[in-house]
């Protein structure tokens, strides 16, 4: 896997300690279950542009600046803005900074300050190209305007507006939005030229949800039979992604549970070897442990 650089930040806010993401923590396209579309069009979208931007030049064709992706929590929206970035680096255009900002920690108290966070963001993209701006839970930076909401989020929404009209001199700079309340998102924001891409995460259908336990089972020794897995995609209707997650790493602690019943009884220690946890149904499962 390529791998994302000293570059890719992911700091949860202006003020708060940005870290380097460890370059094993990185996920691309192949971490991604289920979502094969999506992940086509992004491809069309966003790498494209990248790798053949003389095409584009050529015939004055505009890639989009923003893709906005909305749709329940744990479907994957965060993932797979991730997954983008090192997906892009994989293809070798150059190594892209990964900014990632909660919508609402880009706000701050002060007046003004949270319009000068931003245009620091936009700045900082921009002097790092290609790179790919992520504000998770856009709705909190960029609700509707009315005459209820405060002047503080008008003006930054304003300021947003403008930023991304920008880009338009800066190719190489990609926002992406992600929402789960695509209805309390400022509509000036997904007119043509802003967020010009909008992707729903649905909750994953059968054959994504056995995708998507494939991805988090994969990596194991002993694999859950082909079987099991379509039984367990079956089984798990209205999961989202992060539940079949979770049901993974829970089948696993069940599993040595099971296994090694004492585990948990105070002051003893034991060597669990990894090779000897089998994940079965009924086990992690149907009646659990
Ligand atoms: P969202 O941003 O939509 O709320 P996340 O992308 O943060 O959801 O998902 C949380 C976790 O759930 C991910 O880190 C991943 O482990 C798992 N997950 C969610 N969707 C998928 C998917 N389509 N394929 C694989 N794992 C997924």
Same mark, same amino acid.
């Given at each position: ?15 708060? =300690? *940005? $870290? /380097?993401?460890? /370059? $094993? ?9 289920? #979502? %094969?579309?999506?992940?086509?069009? #992004? ?10 931007? %003389? ?19 744990? /479907? ?32 701050? $108290? ?17 002097? %790092? ?39 338009? %001199? ?11 309340? @695509? ?5 000036? =924001? ?12 649905? #909750? ?7 995708? @998507? ?18 039984? =367990?995609?079956? =089984?798990?209707?209205?999961? !989202?992604?992060?539940? @079949?997650?979770?049901? !993974? ?5 069940? !599993?040595? *549970? *099971? ?20 994940? !079965? ?9």
């Amino acid at each position: 896997m390529s791998l994302l650089n000293k570059n890719l930040e992911n700091g949860a806010g202006p003020r708060s =300690l *940005r $870290k /380097t993401k460890s /370059t $094993k923590d990185v996920a691309d396209f192949s971490k991604v279950g289920g #979502l %094969n579309n999506h992940l086509k069009t #992004l491809r069309e979208v966003i790498i494209f542009p990248l790798l053949h931007g %003389n095409v584009f030049s050529h015939f004055r064709i505009k890639a989009p600046r923003g893709v906005l992706f909305y749709g329940p929590p744990g /479907t994957g929206k965060t993932l797979v803005a991730g997954a983008l970035a090192a997906e892009i680096n994989r293809e070798g255009i150059g190594k892209v900074s990964f900014f990632q900002r909660k919508g609402a920690d880009i706000l701050d $108290k002060w007046v003004g300050e949270s319009e000068k966070n931003l245009r620091n963001l936009f700045d900082k993209a921009t002097k %790092n190209r290609p790179a790919i701006i992520f504000f998770d839970e856009l709705d909190g930076l960029a609700p509707i305007r009315s005459e209820k909401n405060d002047h503080i989020h008008s003006s930054v929404v304003a300021t947003l507006l403008a930023l991304m009209d920008g880009l338009d %001199n800066k190719p190489g700079v990609i926002v992406i939005g992600a929402t789960n309340r @695509i209805e309390a998102i400022d509509p000036a =924001l997904r007119r043509p030229g802003r967020f010009d891409k909008e992707l729903y995460f649905p #909750l994953p259908g059968v054959e994504a949800r056995k995708e @998507i336990i494939q991805v988090h089972t994969n990596m194991w020794k002993n694999k859950p039979s082909p079987k099991f897995v379509v039984q =367990l995609s079956e =089984l798990t209707a209205g999961f !989202c992604g992060s539940d @079949i997650q979770a049901l !993974c790493s829970e089948a696993v602690l069940c !599993c040595m *549970r *099971r296994l090694y019943p004492r585990i948990e009884s105070k002051g003893f220690k034991v060597k669990i070897e990894a090779d000897t946890l089998k994940v !079965c149904i009924l086990s992690s499962f149907l009646i659990g442990d």
